[in-house]
């Protein structure tokens, strides 16, 4: 138990009716990135509620930093900190007056200089004094981290801090949270894009419905799902049934109305020379051609039966 | 650190947060302050002189003006409360162990101050109006308290509901009821010009007592005991009333 940040088991929270979470099990290492994936509605949210102190589960039990969530609420709170979907930033005061506050509630001795700190270090020195109101997504995002960073705490929640922000601020993001892995921090993050956790996590965990379809790193998970693939577009018939006839030797998927072939790969460059050497050496003319990596899509489609239909009807 | 004032910083610093929210919000300085003055200039000046009423109007309307001042300061609050519930402040107070009661607290202390504020305005204006008033001390301190008593317990169901709301627009629609309670109520003209089912409603409604209360304290007479006793009454209850239900609303969602 000891080296586990969080350590979670038998996992259970409804409301009503509805079942949110059924059942989860998984362990968090000290000083690792833990990724929770999964389309809207998952509970991935739900899931970082209960571990933050913010909702009690219905069965099972979480331990967060070694301390019992459920009856050590206090010893919780005091060393983890967290950074929700929506940014909670206060509109009606400037950057600096929100860390300040950040501060002030947790005690913290030089509030003035570590407040300066962070906004150097999330850049916001510039738009320091103005109201949050008149901030960018991304800038609100920066520093709803860096309020959570106040009370330098060992394990944080981040929920989807990606969400809705634009690639540059995307990458911004990504890059504090390893400056804090790098730190020494657990970081417990929730997402719905397969390409944030495979940057960043070390290990994931596929949330479906409530129920954990998949865990591994994200090399193993990959290895799971078959959904990348090359596609090939022709000009007609007579060059698609060729190149079908040439390329026969794996499973290709013929798309008749869209004139194409798509030919599973893993994306590597060996396996696309392989295919563009048979079309040259049989000199069949591609107008086009795709390559497909694996999604988020692919890895409900492998992991999860709900989406047997649509392969079936594809 | 003890947790009492642990707690008592805690509301110390969601106080300043609210007091900075009700300068910087300009709908908020408005209706709080400005408008109520609107209103006063309005009813006194324009309206005023078409009812039949004994001696000066100012003198009549200034009780039901401050409970309408009031009313509206509210407004914003259940708005504000709303705001924080919805986008996550609260959460975030929670998981930093915020004491409990420091975010409501913050927000019904600032709120009564606010409310306090316009009054102390409108009396200004009013006396600049030509308000004379010939309560001596005590019944000043008298009516003082009354509307302490009003804005903090109006402020605590204000709370609840800004809590209990599932946004913004439904917190503000909530408040409308208190908004409209003074114009059903003698604030303007004398309940007994009305008709019967208003006048009966009139008579009946919390903010009728409180209302006459007020001008019997200000015009120095003596208000009815029975309207005193109401009018506590009243206050105490909507007290008491929004004080469990936010903490209940906030035990739940938050």
Redesign the interface.
């Known amino acids: 138990m000891k080296s586990s940040a969080i350590a979670v088991s038998g996992l259970r929270k409804a409301y009503g009716d509805k079942v949110v979470l059924d059942g989860i099990d998984f362990d968090v290492a000290s000083g690792s990135v833990f990724s929770l994936l999964g389309p809207n509605g998952a509970g991935k949210t739900t899931a970082v509620?209960v571990l933050?102190?913010?909702l009690r589960a219905d069965a099972g039990t979480v331990y967060v930093g070694g301390h019992d969530v459920a009856t050590a609420?206090?010893e919780v709170?005091?060393v983890?900190?967290?950074t929700?979907?929506?940014?909670?930033v206060?509109e009606?005061?400037s950057g600096r007056?929100n860390l300040r506050?950040?501060a002030?509630?947790?005690?913290v001795r030089d509030g003035g200089r570590m407040v300066a700190g962070l906004l150097e270090r999330f850049d916001l020195v510039e738009s320091a004094d103005k109201?949050t109101s008149t901030y960018s997504g991304g800038m609100r995002r920066k520093l709803d981290l860096a309020?959570t960073l106040v009370?330098r705490p060992r394990i944080i929640f981040l929920d989807e801090p990606t969400t809705g922000l634009d690639p540059r601020s995307r990458r911004t993001m990504w890059e504090i949270v390893r400056e804090l892995v790098a730190e020494g921090t657990t970081i417990f993050l929730t997402t719905q894009y397969l390409d944030e956790a495979d940057q960043l996590a070390d290990r994931i965990a596929v949330l479906d419905q409530g129920r954990l379809v998949a865990q591994g790193t994200p090399e193993e998970l990959k290895r799971q799902v078959p959904g990348g693939h090359i596609r090939l577009q022709f000009n007609d018939v007579r060059q698609l049934d060729a190149a079908e006839r040439r390329l026969a030797l794996s499973t290709v998927t013929r798309d008749d109305e869209a004139l194409a072939l798509q030919i599973p790969s893993d994306g590597s460059i060996p396996a696309l020379r392989a295919v563009l050497d048979v079309l040259e050496g049989s000199g069949i003319q591609a107008e086009a051609l795709t390559m497909h990596t694996p999604d988020l899509d692919d890895v409900f489609l492998a992991l999860t039966g709900r989406t047997d239909a649509e392969v079936i009807a594809q | 650190m003890s947790s009492v004032s642990t707690s008592f910083g805690d509301s110390a610093i969601m106080l300043r947060r609210n007091f900075k929210h009700s300068v910087r919000n300009p709908v908020t300085l408005f209706n709080s302050v400005l408008f109520p003055v609107v209103m006063m200039v309005m009813f006194v000046y324009v309206l005023g002189g078409a009812f039949k009423i004994q001696g000066e109007y100012v003198d009549y309307a200034l009780p039901g003006l401050l409970v309408m001042t009031i009313s509206y300061g509210l407004g914003a609050t259940a708005a504000s409360v709303n705001d924080d519930m919805t986008k996550g402040i609260i959460n975030r107070f929670k998981t930093m162990d915020v004491s409990r009661g420091a975010v409501l607290t913050g927000h019904v202390v600032s709120t009564t101050v606010r409310c306090l504020i316009g009054d102390a305005v409108i009396i200004g204006v009013g006396l600049a109006m030509g308000f004379r008033s010939d309560a001596g001390f005590l019944d000043w301190l008298g009516a003082v308290g009354i509307l302490l008593l009003l804005s903090f317990g109006a402020s605590w169901l204000t709370v609840a509901l800004g809590l209990a709301a599932k946004s913004v627009e439904s917190a503000s629609f909530g408040v409308i009821p208190l908004i409209m309670l003074p114009f059903l109520s003698s604030a303007f003209v004398p309940a007994d010009t009305m008709g019967t089912g208003v006048r009966q409603f009139a008579e009946y409604q919390p903010f009728t007592p409180i209302i006459e209360t007020l001008r019997g304290l200000l015009s120095g007479g003596q208000p009815s005991t029975g309207h005193m006793i109401a009018a506590f009454a009243w206050c105490v209850g909507f007290a008491v009333v929004g004080y469990v239900w936010a903490v209940a609303t906030f035990k739940k969602r938050a």
């Not at chain 1, 929700?84 to 909670?88: D, E, I, L, P, V």
């Not at chain 1, 002030?104 to 005690?107: G, I, K, S, W």
């Open positions: 509620n933050a102190t913010l609420t206090r709170r005091a983890i900190g967290v929700g979907q929506f940014a909670a206060d009606l005061l007056e506050m950040m002030d509630l947790q005690r109201l309020m009370g």
